[in-house]
């Protein structure tokens, strides 16, 4: 069956460090990748999305990657601000199977002034 | 302004008895969903209504009945309260019924059972 996996449950940085937040994914099908950001007392809210059309997302200086021969859809950004801090999820998706959107266990990122 | 309102924000329940969460999406949404995050476990999916029909249940027990009174409505009636029930529980809404679409979620509806 479908299902994201995130190594990292938290994830303590600088200001101005660089990120990397590792998700694989498995899916028969033909998968949509999310990142899902979530800030202390709120919901999840989109931070990007990719389809096996583009492979590759960028929104507010985070990207992401695509893979398909490594299965991963890694999160990256080049300098974190400490506005930053919140956990982030890896979403999987498929149109071909399953009807609802899988969300990874979450990575906490803390970062520090 | 909040697109998703989800009602209470807070509450409080003891074991065996039962609550109603209230979720209303002012997006123009014909999908809803309920997702569940509790300290053990990740955000995970229970329900989704498609015009206001069940199309997908994950949700092991029947404790937990969703109901949709109106389309941009999608409440969660839970009876037979235990403690292992203590979590936050989202609303969430797209465009259509989709695993491949933006989610909006509301606040969440934070419940503990003592």
């Known amino acids: 069956g479908n299902s994201v996996t995130q190594m990292q449950g938290q994830v303590t940085l600088s200001e101005e460090e660089f990120l990397f937040i590792n998700c694989t994914y498995s899916t028969t099908g033909y998968p949509t990748l999310f990142w899902y950001v979530q800030y202390p007392g709120e919901g999840p809210q989109l931070l990007l999305k990719?389809?096996?059309?583009?492979n590759k997302g960028s929104s507010r200086g985070f990207e992401a990657t695509y893979d398909k021969g490594t299965t991963s859809f890694h999160l990256q950004k080049a300098s974190v601000q400490e506005s930053d801090s919140a956990v982030y999820y890896c979403v999987l998706g498929d149109r071909n199977s399953g009807t609802y959107q899988r969300f990874g266990t979450g990575t906490k990122l803390q970062v520090v002034p | 302004d909040p697109k998703i309102i989800q009602k209470p924000k807070y509450l409080v329940a003891v074991t065996g008895s039962e609550k109603i969460l209230i979720c209303e999406q002012y997006?123009?949404?014909?999908?809803m969903y309920w997702y569940r995050q509790s300290a053990k476990k990740p955000l995970e999916f229970m329900f989704s209504y498609s015009y206001q029909k069940l199309m997908d249940n994950q949700t092991a027990s029947s404790r937990f009945q969703p109901q949709s009174s109106k389309k941009n409505h999608l409440d969660l009636q839970i009876t037979a309260l235990k403690p292992d029930d203590s979590a936050t529980y989202f609303c969430a809404s797209s465009q259509d019924q989709t695993n491949t679409g933006q989610l909006y979620f509301g606040e969440g509806s934070k419940l503990t059972v003592l």
């Open positions: 997006l123009g949404h014909n999908a």
């Open positions: 990719v389809t096996t059309a583009n």
